[in-house]
Every structure is written in structure tokens, then in C-alpha cells.
């Protein structure tokens, strides 16, 4: 009945969960593995912590046995170790390109790769950290899903529930695009348009958990936040095994609430902790990128600053759109800290990025990826990024997703008529 | 350099093509295996022929050793055994979903499955053909990439020849959607739009290829077309392999020219051929769907006729929109000669069959899937279709690409204003 090829045949359920608590992140307080994003002691935001000795039995033979998905590194993930249990659509191992002529227009001298998360099931790394988050909720008893998201999390969130059979319930401002409705309503779940901004919503949510109607609720970015962090380490262990196992010296990495960025550094150093790779001769360093319209992280790197102000967001890369940054500060420090830099791209060098991401490797990227290319393209002209270093651009979203963004940037080279002579008069014909 | 996941370390060169001639369907005539398209004693379609022997020297374990794509049937397809020769997104491999709340919504007792395409590199089952035709293309000595396309070609096409750092022109209709142009135009090509209709690019392009400035040009659907129709067959390979190894009862499979049904069915009894798996006990039944705006195959199945009377198209599955199917009595010979049946939908059923499959699945097809669900519906609901026997049905293309088709029928459920008081208004707090 089970598909050879989704892997379950070589998936043996590792033993239990590696994560042991949650702890906060600032002031170190822990608490038992539940439904809770902020600690009791100093409101700080809670992460996962593991038991290092559980992370240390996982070999590489264990995960290339495993499923062609991100579950292959289930005993590095805080849920999802039985397959059983799994509230997933199997997102993960989306390619690697290499982008060899990228790298030449960019004048990188090293290899460069592209990790396209497009190739996701709902298009977008979203499904990483959903399939994460909605595991750990139905094992904590929750039988509802809920989200507030103006695009990729909500399609996410209303498929993976519909895969599941589980009631979904989604919060999106009323004046989203009629387009990012119809991809998250064709699903059939509960879905509600509120009389107000992103922010709104988001505050909404934030007291909706908190009524005995939603205790049945989890919503993923919000009570079971931590776990759905933790998906996006997935981003760091797939590059370094398809790699051969190696760390690359140079990630760019879109910047929303920062927290992409630190998973991936978080992903690539328990990998060095557990043996299961040796980090570069220089380490790895980790660059971020922010658009113009909302580039509070980057702008607090090249002020020198230690505090984020907030920002309220403009501009086409609305799924960068989040004004204060939750994880901003670990941002700030994982790129200070591996001596990596930031940079922020305007509307006209995202179009431009989107395009000659197009143009170079094939792969089709929303105004997220055209940020992540235009910062590279930026980095490389001010010095900040090495060309002599292995580098990994992540594309974390779908062009299908925002066409608009380039719609009218690009279209026919040619108009003719349906003749030969008119073709030759186009110039098509010598 | 390159991604062990992309599985070229496993990926050892098959010693040659097991391509033997071109072979006329109409006649048998052979001929070499050259860029030709027609057979020269009576017009008709060629195909491929295979040299029983080197098909038979594919083994289960050579598939299953080679990589995570279409490529690991390198061996059963008539280009790329050398991987270095490859130009493709290496489509395939695309996602088996179990759909059983789909089976009970419908009636089906065994197991339902869903073969999702749209996980493909630019999200429609052209992948495959296009990674095909443009592989044996370059063989071949061709140094430019074209197409006549409405939309999932153009876009394939494009996407390819911008990997592959080759020029590309691609020809479409004048009046096409915007959304369509920019994601083939995204690439960098040459796009021709031409003053008239699909038929009248067809046509021009038939043309085009007997020029002197064209000589260098794989059209893929006009002088590699025997190539490119190969393509088709992986995803049968693919069924059979992630079913382990086994054919299922049914298939239930799009038709516009008809060739990918036909394709399906040449894939299944080649499996068979050469030992790879066993025929179920009462083989195999081949159903094929179209829509009610564009249903010629289905019409003369259905009149019992022998002939097939080409029509004009409407409606909204417009990647099936081919009034005159070029395959289509193969595809009348594979669904008489199997026992199965072909049904159309209208388009308010369409609508409702993408619906019904991202309700019950989470995938969200694209116009074409929302035929081949509402076929199989009707086919259920006829009997023609036996809900005790595993079925497989085909979704071969991406919603967000048709999104237009559903955006008038779904929708928030709720409309509120941000505060817990217009929630529990709206009946969403008990």
C-alpha cells in the first residue's frame, strides 16, 4: 500500500524525539516540551534545546537511508520520528543547481548553488517548517490548525491540513490579492478575512489562542512557534549533504523575522557538534538579505546597533514584509559572528534579480529569491562576500507566486503575423 | 562539484541508447534516428523502436541505484544514457499521494492514488518530454530550442534552454494570458507572439522548420516529436516503481493530442516485456478524460466509431484544448484493446474536480486535473470504472498556472473586524 519511493520501506521510526526542553533564548530558563513561545520569567522567545547525546547517534548512513524528504533528518527534529505521526506533505530535498553561469555574469570564481524551495509542495520552504509544527501539535493533542499569513504560510498550512483530514482555520488581512485567496480557500478549510493590516491579524491571533474555543488550536507561528522553527534547519542539513557533506563557506539567506537564517546556522553548526561534517578550513559565513521596503535587520548591522527598529514594511517582497522581526537580534548576531554582512535590494533590483535568476539557472523565483540574488549581486560589488568561496543562494518561494512583480517587465521579444514573410520581415528569417 | 543527491555519483553511464529506428505507426517503415517526424511512404506518425535485447538488460536494481529522477529510466528511453549529455531540470519522480478520503468521497473501495506532476521543476508533466526531445535534440547537432505552446511547453521549453545556456525561441498565440507570457518570457528567450490562433502558430512553425535559418532548430513537438512523445513513459515506470513494482487496475490519464495515454500504456507493457513486473491477473485498463469543450477521442469512443472528427475547442482546460488529437486513435486502440472507457466534463465539473482533489488531497491541480478527477467521478458513478480495483489517476499541471478557473468559485468564509468581539459576531468563538 506504501509507496517504495516516499521512502517509508527504509524509514524505521527512530527510537524518540532528540529534543529534551524548551528553552528560553534569553535568559536561558527551560520548560517542559509543550505549547508555550515565551518564557515566564522574561517574556523571551523559547527554542528547542536537545539532549546532545541523542543528536550524537545520528549517522549519515541513518539519514541516506532515510525518506527522499526532510523526514530523513527526523532524529535531528524535535517531532515526526515515527512516520506515523507525521502531519506532512513530504516537503524537502528540493534541488541543489548548480549556477555556473550565474556565478560568471556575477563574477564569482567559486562555485555557486542555488537551493530552490520552490520545488516544495505548496512552492515555498513554508512547507518545512508546517510539517514540523503541525507533527508536534497533533502529538500534543491539538486537532485543529490555524495560521495568520498573508500568502505561502496559509497555502501551507490549508494543504497540509487537507492532506491530514484535520479542520484548518486561517487568518489573512481583507485586502489580500485575490490570487493568494483562491490558493489557500481551494482547499476547503475555515478562512477569515479580517477588516485590517498583517498586524492586526497577527494580534488578533495572539488573543484567539488564548480563548477556550481555540485551546483546540494550534496555530503553527504562534502557541507551537518553536517547533516550527525548527524546520528550517532542515535548509542547512539538506545543503551540507548535498554537498557531499560539506558546509559551504559563503549562505545568502531572505531575511523576514530573521529566523531562516539563524536555523540554517543553528542546522550547520550541530552538524559540526555531532561529527557529522567538519566545518571549512575558514568557517562558514552567513549573509543576509532584506529588501528596501523593510530592512530594519540590515539597517541595524550597518548602524553598528545592537537594538532593531521597527519598520512598518513597503514594497513588492511582501512575504520579506514582517516590520519587527521576532528572531532580528540572532540574526544580527549569527551574521556578526561567522563575519558575514547584510544587505537590503529595491523593487527595481529585485525585478532585475528575479529576472537574471530566470535567465541563468532556469528556476523561477518570487520577489523573496530576486531579493536573495540582487543582495548577492551587491555583496560581491562592495567586497563584503569572497569570489573565491563556495556559495549557496537560498530561493525560498515560487515566481508563480508573484508574477506580478515581473509582469511588466518582460514579455513577447517579436509580434508577427502567421506567414513566413512576415516572420523574415521580424528579422527571424536572415 | 556536483550534488550526490542529484544522484550523478550513482548515475553510471548506460552504454548506449536502446533506441533501434524510427518506425511508422501507420505502415512500419523504418528509419534512422535522425530529426524526422513523418513517414515518407504514408504520412504517418513515427515512433520510437527499441532493440528488445538492450530494453531487456534494465534491471530493478539499476533503476533504484540511479537518481532521484526521470533519468534513472535512461535505460529504457532513447537519449540520455551519459548524463554529461543531459539538458534538463531532471523532472520526475514526482510525488504518489495516497488519496483515501478522495476513494470514499467517491465510492472507491481499493486505493486511490494521485500521480502529482505538478511537482515538477516548472510544475507540469512537460518536463519530462521536453528533458527528453531537447536531450536527443542536442544529439542530434541542434544548437537552438523551440516550440509552438500556450503555456506549460512554452514555459518547459524556455526553462530548459536557459539551463542549458542555449538560445531558445518559442512561439504562442497573440492573445495569450499576460500571467503565461511572463513565465515563459521570464527566461530570456526569444517569444514570438503571432496574430492568430494556436492553430495558426502550429502551422507557421510546420513551416519554419523547412527553412534554411531554422535548420539548426528542435522544434520539440514538430521534428523531434518522436523523442519528445517518449518522455511520456516515465510516468508509467514511475507508477510501477512507487507501487513496488506493480501495474495498477486502472489509470485514469488526461488526453489532448492523446500521446501521453497512449504512452502510459506502451510504458506498462514494456515493463512487462522485458520481466520488471508482472501484469495484474486481468491486466490493466487505460480511461482516458477530456473535457466537454474539447472531447473528440472520447466522442468517437463513444459512437463507436473509427474515425475521429476533429473539432473546434472551448472551455477552460485549455492545456487539453487540441481539437484535432494527433494520437488520438492510439489512444481509442489502448482504451478498446484494455477494457477500459474515456468520459468528458463540463467545466462547472472541472471547477468541482479541482476543488474535490485539493479537498480530499491538498493537491491543487491545475485545469487539466480537474478533468481527469471529474472523469473518474462519472466513470465511478457509471460503472464503468470498478471501485474495487487500485487506481491511479493522473494530475498532470499546476493550479497556480489556471488559477483564474476557480478564483470566482472559492473565498474567505468569514469576514471580521480584528477584535475577539467580531469573532465570536461571526460565530467563530462558540
Known amino acids: 500500500m506504501t509507496s517504495i519511493l516516499d521512502g517509508r520501506d527504509t524509514d524505521a521510526p527512530v527510537s524518540a524525539s532528540p529534543a529534551r526542553a524548551l528553552v528560553c533564548r534569553g535568559c536561558g530558563a527551560e520548560y517542559p516540551l509543550a505549547a508555550q513561545h515565551a518564557c515566564y520569567e522574561c517574556f523571551g522567545p523559547l527554542e528547542v534545546g536537545y539532549d546532545p547525546a541523542a543528536l550524537a547517534r545520528v549517522t549519515r548512513a541513518q539519514i541516506e537511508a532515510g525518506p527522499q524528504n526532510l523526514w530523513r533528518y527526523a532524529g535531528l527534529l524535535p517531532a515526526g520520528q515515527d512516520p506515523a505521526s507525521r502531519v ?14 550565474l556565478a560568471a555574469e556575477l563574477g564569482l570564481r ?36 490555524a495560521c495568520a499569513s498573508t500568502g505561502n504560510l496559509a497555502n501551507s498550512v490549508a494543504a497540509h491540513a487537507a492532506r491530514a483530514g484535520v479542520p484548518s482555520i486561517v487568518f489573512i488581512p481583507g485586502d489580500l490579492e485575490p490570487g493568494k485567496v483562491v490558493t489557500t480557500a481551494v482547499y476547503g478549510g475555515d478562512l477569515v478575512a479580517i477588516d485590517g493590516s498583517y498586524d492586526d491579524v497577527n494580534r488578533l491571533c495572539s488573543e484567539l489562542v ?79 538579505a532584506q529588501s ?33 522581526p521576532a528572531a532580528g537580534l540572532y540574526a544580527l548576531e549569527a551574521v556578526r559572528r561567522t563575519g558575514g554582512w547584510m544587505d537590503y535590494a529595491t523593487d527595481e533590483e529585485i525585478r532585475e534579480g528575479i529576472r537574471l535568476l530566470a535567465r541563468t539557472t532556469g528556476v523561477f523565483a518570487e520577489t523573496a529569491g530576486g531579493v536573495t540574488v540582487a543582495v548577492l549581486k551587491k555583496l560581491v560589488e562592495s567586497g563584503r562576500l569572497d ?42 528569417l536572415g
Chains 1, 2 share one sequence.
Open 387 to 428: 569570489p573565491d568561496a563556495e556559495t549557496v543562494v537560498y530561493n525560498t518561494g515560487e515566481g508563480l507566486k508573484t508574477i506580478d512583480a515581473v509582469a511588466s517587465q518582460v514579455g513577447p521579444t517579436h509580434r508577427v503575423k502567421p506567414s513566413l514573410r512576415s516572420v523574415r520581415e521580424a528579422g527571424l
Open 292 to 324: 528596501a521596503g523593510c530592512n530594519p535587520i540590515a539597517t541595524a548591522l550597518h548602524d553598528g546597533s545592537d537594538a532593531i527598529t521597527p519598520v512598518k514594511p513597503t514594497g513588492i517582497a511582501k512575504s520579506l514584509n514582517i516590520g519587527d
Open 210 to 288: 488564548e480563548t477556550d474555543e481555540f485551546e483546540d488550536t494550534a496555530f503553527v507561528n504562534v502557541n507551537v512557534r518553536p517547533y516550527y522553527a525548527e524546520g528550517s534547519k532542515t535548509l542547512g542539513y539538506e545543503v551540507a549533504e548535498q554537498l557531499g557533506w560539506r558546509i559551504p563557506e559563503q549562505v545568502v539567506i531572505p531575511m523576514a523575522s530573521g529566523e531562516l537564517l539563524t536555523k540554517v546556522d543553528k542546522a550547520f553548526s550541530e552538524l559540526v557538534e555531532i561529527g557529522l561534517v567538519e566545518a571549512p578550513a575558514n568557517g562558514w559565513r552567513v549573509f543576509g
Open 88 to 101: 506532512t506533505l513530504d516537503p524537502g530535498l528540493t534541488p541543489l543547481v548548480a549556477a555556473p553561469a
Open 110 to 145: 567559486a562555485p555557486l548553488w542555488v537551493k530552490d524551495d520552490s520545488a516544495n509542495p505548496t512552492h515555498s520552504f513554508k512547507d518545512r517548517v508546517v510539517s514540523v509544527a503541525l507533527t508536534a501539535a497533533r502529538g500534543l493533542g491539538f486537532t485543529r490548525f
